[in-house]
Nanobody, 123 residues
Framework: QVQLVESGGGLVQAGGSLRLSCAAS????????MGWFRQAPGKEREFVAA????????DYADSVKGRFTVSRDNAKNMVYLQMNSLKPEDTAVYYC????????????????WGQGTQVTVSS
């Protein structure tokens, strides 16, 4: 079992930055691939970024590539999402999630989710 708690959301103007944090508790955190997803009102939850447990390689949605950076600190059981050059269309509830599956882009493969943190970007 892995428990996840996100923090760091808030209201920011377009062009600004936020850093989301995800604190994990439970066994063997370091062996999980960690993902960030977001869900805007009236839309499906979508993949944002992920970082693999084995070599720390990362993947990003095209919409955030070059603006967002995902990282992890296994010693602290933490995952981060640094978000720069934010746009109004980035407004959503952001979730971190954990999986041991290799299909890191698919929400269905993640068995553990946090409660989400709201990010609002004003124009």
């Amino acid at each position: 079992q892995v428990q996840l708690v996100e923090s760091g959301g808030g209201l920011v103007q377009a062009g600004g930055s936020l850093r989301l944090s995800c604190a994990a508790s439970g066994r063997a955190f370091a062996s999980y691939n960690m993902g960030w997803f977001r869900q805007a009102p009236g839309k499906e939850r979508e993949f944002v970024a992920a970082i693999r447990w084995s070599v720390g390689s990362t993947d990003y949605a095209d919409s955030v590539k070059g603006r967002f950076t995902v990282s992890r600190d296994n010693a602290k059981n933490m995952v981060y999402l640094q978000m720069n050059s934010l746009k109004p269309e980035d407004t959503a509830v952001y979730y971190c999630a954990a999986t041991k599956d290799l299909r890191i882009f698919d929400t269905a493969t993640y068995g553990f989710w946090g409660q989400g943190t709201q990010v609002t970007v004003s124009s």
